[in-house]
Structures are given as structure tokens and as C-alpha cells.
């Protein structure tokens, strides 16, 4: 069947999937459902190549069962006694993601537990037969089931997309949204006023169309007479099939399950594992009694749970929405393939993340500086100009003095058509007078000093960002220390009530204000992992003191930092360092000003970033000094934007930088012009003439490519059965080249 007429019949079925978003009985709407699609007749094309064809859908399934499912993963739900997850399955492998019946949610309200949804009395929690889900019964004293609705999905805020970024970005990504809702059951003692009946739950789920990517998360809407208090919640619990056995194991080192679960309430790291490491808990199951690990210690219990609050105080007629879980199955223990899924999630949850402007980072907010730094910008095809940390830029300054200041310096920018921002610094300082954040006996902040942003101080600071970039122009911020998950006790600020709920309300604000950023089109440069609550980029990942190294030494640390920080990231999504001027020190050997004097490292550190599709924080006063530099700033981002879309493509990693030998990456676009493109860099003094075994699976090439050195045509290529070329490089002492891959377009039977 040719994938055509499959998309044809997919269309079919979804146009009776997805009903519209009106209450019906759940017995009305499950009538109106069409069946899953038999995803094996599809052409079954690598979702990473190709992912038309797997479009998300929510199904009847036999004996009373929901699907939700698009052909990459499936969950299915019965919808009585009570509604309960009774299969996750990757489709991609086979292999069944889970292994027995949990609560679909659970919340702690009043200082009382309650479950949402599941099924209880399954006999083993090593797996699940079919024959006994009928046999499960509900429990009296969890929420039950009340009816469910199916609409297109939500997007979470607004984003303006007013620069550069990834063709076909769409906003919010293509799929379905399912929603369950859930009610207090009726007990002989609903009377009791610590058992409010009017609390009902919602958990929400969103499939995405060619990605195995499952969004998840909660509303609580209070339907009392009373306030509520919601002292924590579970938004996700999932009884996962162990990754192995660990039979004399005494602590949690056997690997967790083959799932990449990450949410939108991460911080303090610039790792998503990191990020999310008080959300996100494997744990052990306690109903998993026959597990090989003889103190069952088996890490197979995914539960998504902030780790302190949120104790929010609910209203009557309130209601309180969760963060965002996303839930990511691989398809291979493939490392390469792994971070090939993680990043197109990215691009297709967040993507924000694929804007990618040229920055140079202006080192002094004086005009003359500032306009120096945007004509040569201009000049050479920079896109954004930085006021710079150090530079003396004061976002914090709200006189009208100044921002009718920045407002020129925007305005002026704009005229040259290049973007402005400043830099900001949140955490890492003290404020003093009862403003900075109070830790309970024997912490520290994570920064060593913070204010709260739910103090006086931090209601003010986020007043004067609000207004500068409402008033300024600018559309950029570099928000250094945001917000990194710090506590605070006092019982005295206005933005909290005190401990347990100062860190989601702190976490609010904060993203809160992004939000609103990425609805204006302001660029955010942050270095912690806010990617889905509107960051744009954070930094690769590097040690700045390392930039005060000899400048033959940075280089290597670039392409080091680089190649180690797109296992997971898009190349978009991390920025890398050039220290025009000293920066912690080394002087003249770490320096690259002044420029003409050493404009082959220059030239090489340049490439050694844009030719990963990186780009850099290029901090100094001028971009350029003498005519000859300026030549070679202006060839080199005209190579750069001549190339951009295969350069900000996916890295694929070959051999990393050690300073002995030729280190080189291949970047893939299979969806352009150019496949492909392989950057090999010569760190040695002497010249090296080799072939490079090249894998051309991923730029989605079968069999032969014309491959051209720079713009010159070298041959064409036939791949051999792993997609992959031999291909001879050379490459001079000290330098680089590079290579590009296009589709071989000669008839087969002409050659």
C-alpha cells in the first residue's frame, strides 16, 4: 500500500477520532469512536525520517476500552468499574511498557490521600494478563469515573514566532487531547467536612502525531463550599516493566526503565535528568512482591510528584492545573538514537528552541560602544547584540530617564535590522533586609545566596522586567541565576504563605514571566533547563574558567563541549563562549584581541561553532579591527546562513576532539536540499589525507549522494547496506573542512 493512500485512510479515521469537545455520556461518545487503525499495514517508514503516517487518535477498543494511540506508542484504558491504564505499549519495539494497574493520579487534600481512577486486586505485579483485568475490581474509596472528552491539543501559552527557526514548526504540535474526569465517591461518611465531596479531577492526556511522546497532567477544580487545600499530588504513576534484575542489589543501582520522563517544573540544572530530579522519581512498587530483587529495592515505579507542596489554597468554585509531564518511550538503547528522539521531541514540543540568531555580546552599555557593536553587527550579519553581563546595563533601572534611553538604543538596532537585549542576574546575590530567601537549619541556597522572588524585592524585580521590555523594544534577556528551586520559610513575604508552598509559588512567577516572553517574541537565554516553559537556549555546557586557557587549548574544548552537549540537545539549544577580551584571566595567551593578530583562531573557533550549527557569546567591544578581519567575520557567517539549515540540523556524533587526531560530526537534515554535512577538523601540525566511514542513514539518503568539498562537486557515492560511505578528507595543519551531501539525482538507469 503506497503511503499515500495510507495517509488517506489515516484521515478517515481520525476525522471520527477526534469528535468535538462537548459533553456527552462517555457510553454516547464511545459509540461515535472509531476502531485503531492496523498500524502494520502502514509502510512503517522510520519515524525519525519520516513521520507522516503515525497520527494520533483516540479509539474504541473491545470490551469497553479506550486507546489512545499513534502508532508509535498506545495506552489503553478500561472505563469501568473504574477508569484505569491496563496497557502502555511500544509499538515500535513490541514490548509492553507496563506491567500492572495503578491510580491514574493521586491527591492529597486536607491532609487526607486520595486516589484518582485505577483498579485494585491484581494477583502479580510482574505482569498483567488480559484474562484478569475483568476480575479487578474498583476502589470504593478513590475518585471514580465520571465521563471523558476528546478535542485537538491545548497549547500551554503563546508563541510568537518572529525569527529564524526550524521549517514547519507548528504551535501547538499536531495530535489529540484526552480528558478524564473523575469524582469524589459517594461514602457513608461524606458528611465528614475532612472529606469534601466536591472535588473533582481531570487528567488530561496529550498523543502527538510521529513522535512517541505522551504529554500528562491534572486540573482539581473545587466545587465545595469550602476553601481546599491541596497539599501535593501525583500526576502520573506508572507501574513500568523493570529494565533488569538485580538479585543481591542493597541499593538503587539497576538501571531504571528505557522511558526519558521529563516535566515543565524543572530548574537548577542545565541536564533535564538534573532539572527534574525532585518531579521525576522512580521508586520501588511495593505491590511488586515477586520481583528477583530480594529486598525489592527494584527502581520500576515511575512517580511524577513534586517533592515539596504545592499547598495551594483553593477556593470555592477555583480551580488548580498541574505542570506538564512528557513521557518518552525508545524505540533502541542506542545512544545516538536515544538523543535523536529526546531532541526531535524538543522540536516539536518546544519549538522555540530551533530560533537560533548570531549573538555578539557587547561589553559596554555606553552608546558609542553599543552602537559600534550594532553597526558592525549589521556589518557583518550578526542578528542580535547583547548588552552583556559587566557592561553596566541596569534592567533594574525603571526611571524614565532610562528606559526612554533603551528605548533609542532599540530603536536603532531595529533601523539596522538587528535585534537587542541585556543581561540580568536573579539569584546568586543578596539583598539583605528580610529579602533573600530563608532555608530551614542546615541548608544552604543552591547558589549560596538568593532573594525569594515571593518577597517584596522579587514582586518588585519582576514588576521592572515587565515594564522594561513592555517599554524598551529590546527582545532579548539573558536571565542568569533563574530561579533554582531555593525554599524559603518566611511566613512574612507576600508572594507565599511559608515553606510548603513557596517553591511552587516562587516557580509561578517565574514561569509565568517567560511565558508571557515567548508571547511577545522576547529571545530567552537562561542557563537552566526551562526549554518548555519558553526558554530559547541554555549553555552548552562548559567550565568558564576553561576560557581563560591558551587559545589552542579553547578550541579543543569547544568542539568538546559541544560534541558531549548534543547528545541530548539540538545544536540550537546550547550556547558556546569566545572571549574577544580576557575573560577570569589568562591574558595574552587566552585572548584572541587583539583580532587581526590571531585571525586563524579566530576563523577556526568561529567555524569550530557554526559548523555545528552552534552559536557562540562572541564578548568583546568590536567584532572586528582591521579591513582583513572584517572579511573574514562577514565570508564566514555568509558560508554560515549560505549552509544554516543542514548546520542547524541534528549532530550525529563521530569522533570527538582529543588534539591527536582529526575529530569530526556529521550534521543531518533530511528534509533539505543539502542531506548532510561532515565538519573534519586537523588539530595537528601535519597535513592528513584519510577516508572517514560516513553514515548517511539519518540524512535519509538509500543509495548514492553527490558529496561536494565547500562548493566544489568531489563525485558521487554509492552507500553500501549501513548507509554508510568511505570518504576521502584532507585536511591542512591547523584546519578544517567541510563536506556536504545531496541527493544523487541522475536517473538510476543513465549511470
Request: aromatic share 12%; glycine share 8%; with cysteine.
Amino acid at each position: 500500500m503506497k503511503a499515500v493512500t495510507c495517509r488517506i485512510l489515516l484521515a478517515l479515521f481520525f476525522a471520527t477520532s477526534l469528535l468535538p469537545a462537548q459533553t456527552q455520556e462517555p457510553a454516547e461518545q464511545f459509540a461515535k469512536l472509531s476502531t485503531e487503525p492496523n498500524w502494520q499495514q502502514l509502510p512503517g517508514e522510520d519515524w525519525l525520517l519520516n513521520d507522516t503516517e503515525y497520527q494520533a487518535g483516540v479509539f474504541r477498543g473491545p470490551n469497553n476500552t479506550l486507546v489512545l494511540s499513534n502508532g508509535l506508542i498506545r495506552r489503553i484504558f478500561t472505563l469501568s468499574p473504574n477508569a484505569a491504564t491496563i496497557a502502555f505499549d511500544n509499538l515500535m519495539t513490541g514490548e509492553a511498557i507496563l506491567r500492572g494497574v495503578k491510580p491514574e493520579a493521586e491527591v492529597r487534600v486536607n491532609d487526607n490521600n486520595y486516589a484518582v481512577g485505577g483498579l485494585v486486586g491484581q494477583p502479580n505485579y510482574a505482569f498483567l494478563k488480559p484474562e484478569w483485568i475483568p476480575k479487578l475490581k474498583a476502589d470504593s474509596a478513590a475518585l471514580q469515573f465520571t465521563g471523558f472528552q476528546i478535542s485537538a491539543t491545548k497549547k500551554p501559552f503563546e508563541w510568537k514566532a518572529v525569527r529564524h527557526h526550524a521549517p514547519g514548526s507548528q504551535w501547538p504540535p499536531a495530535g489529540v487531547h484526552l480528558r478524564m474526569d473523575y469524582q469524589m465517591p459517594v461514602t457513608a461518611d461524606s458528611a465528614d467536612q475532612t472529606h469534601p465531596s466536591g472535588i473533582n479531577v481531570s487528567v488530561h492526556y496529550e498523543l502527538y502525531d510521529g513522535i512517541p511522546v505522551l504529554s500528562k497532567w491534572i486540573t482539581l477544580q473545587n466545587r465545595d463550599d469550602e476553601a481546599i487545600v491541596l497539599n501535593t499530588f501525583s500526576s502520573e504513576i506508572l507501574a513500568a516493566v523493570e529494565y533488569g534484575s538485580s538479585v543481591e542489589a542493597r541499593k538503587y543501582n539497576v538501571p531504571k526503565p528505557n522511558i526519558h520522563v521529563e516535566t515543565n517544573f524543572a530548574f537548577s540544572s542545565m541536564v533535564a535528568e538534573d532539572a527534574n530530579h525532585h518531579v521525576v522519581n522512580w521508586e520501588v512498587d511495593p505491590d511488586y512482591q515477586s520481583q528477583v530483587n530480594y529486598l525489592r529495592l527494584t527502581p520500576c515505579l515511575l512517580r511524577v510528584s513534586p517533592e515539596l507542596g504545592p499547598e495551594q489554597v483553593i477556593s470555592p468554585g477555583d480551580s488548580f492545573t498541574s505542570f506538564r509531564a512528557f513521557i518518552l518511550p525508545f524505540d533502541s538503547y542506542d545512544r545516538e538514537r536515544q538523543g535523536l528522539a529526546r531532541r526531535r521531541m524538543y522540536r516539536k514540543l518546544a519549538p522555540w528552541t530551533t530560533e537560533n540568531p548570531l549573538m555578539m555580546h557587547a561589553r559596554f552599555a555606553e552608546w558609542d560602544k553599543v552602537k559600534q557593536a550594532i553597526d558592525q553587527s549589521a556589518d557583518v550579519g550578526f542578528e542580535m547584540v547583547i548588552l552583556t553581563f559587566g557592561s553596566g546595563f541596569n534592567v533594574e533601572d525603571d526611571s524614565q530617564e532610562y528606559l526612554d534611553k533603551m528605548k533609542r538604543y532599540a530603536a536603532y538596532a531595529r533601523s539596522k535590522g538587528v535585534e537587542i537585549g541585556g543581561y540580568s542576574l536573579l539569584a546568586s546575590r543578596k539583598i539583605g533586609n528580610g529579602q533573600d530567601v530563608i532555608v530551614p537549619e542546615g541548608q544552604k541556597p543552591i547558589f549560596g545566596n538568593s532573594p525569594c522572588i515571593g518577597s517584596e524585592w522579587g514582586q518588585d524585580y519582576f514588576r521592572k522586567l515587565y515594564q522594561f521590555y513592555e517599554h524598551s523594544g529590546f527582545t532579548l534577556l539573558e536571565h542568569d541565576g533563574s530561579y533554582p528551586g531555593d525554599v524559603c520559610t518566611s511566613e512574612n513575604h507576600p508572594g507565599h504563605r511559608g515553606y510548603e508552598d513557596s517553591r511552587w509559588d516562587q516557580y509561578q512567577v517565574i514561569s509565568k514571566f517567560y511565558k508571557w516572553c515567548r508571547s511577545k517574541g522576547i529571545y530567552l537565554n537562561i542557563p537552566d533547563y526551562y526549554y518548555m516553559t519558553g526558554g530559547s537556549k541554555c549553555a552548552m555546557g562548559y567550565r568558564e574558567v576553561n576560557w581563560s586557557l591558551p587559545r589552542e587549548q579553547q578550541v579543543i574544548h569547544t568542539r568538546q563541549n559541544i560534541y558531549d552537549g548534543t547528545w541530548t540537545k539540538l545544536v540550537t539549544m546550547g550556547w558556546m563562549f569566545v572571549p574577544l577580551v580576557e575573560y577570569h584571566g589568562g591574558g595574552a595567551a587566552a585572548t584572541i584581541e587583539p583580532l587581526s593578530e590571531h585571525l586563524d583562531h579566530y576563523q577556526t573557533i568561529m567555524m569550530s561553532n557554526l559548523g555545528a550549527g552552534v552559536q557562540a557569546c562572541y564578548r568583546g567591544p568590536r567584532l572586528y579591527d582591521t579591513e582583513t578581519t572584517r572579511e573574514m567575520v562577514s565570508n564566514t557567517i555568509r558560508w554560515y546562513k549560505q549552509h544554516r539549515q543542514v548546520l542547524e540540523g541534528d549532530l550525529i556524533h563521530l569522533r570527538r576532539a582529543d588534539g591527536r587526531d582529526l575529530d569530526y560530526w556529521l550534521l543531518v537534515n533530511p528534509g533539505g536540499n543539502e542531506k548532510a554535512a561532515l565538519a573534519v577538523f586537523n588539530p595537528t601540525g601535519k597535513a592528513v589525507k584519510r577516508k572517514i566511514k560516513t553514515p548517511l542513514y539519518y540524512a535519509g539518503l538509500e543509495n548514492s549522494t553527490q558529496v561536494f568539498r565547500y562548493t566544489s562537486l568531489i563525485g558521487t557515492y554509492e552507500l553500501d547496506r549501513q548507509y554508510q560511505v568511505d570518504l576521502p578528507v584532507a585536511v591542512d595543519p591547523g584546519g578544517f573542512a567541510f563536506y556536504f551531501f545531496k541527493e544523487d539525482d541522475v536517473p538510476e538507469g543513465s549511470k
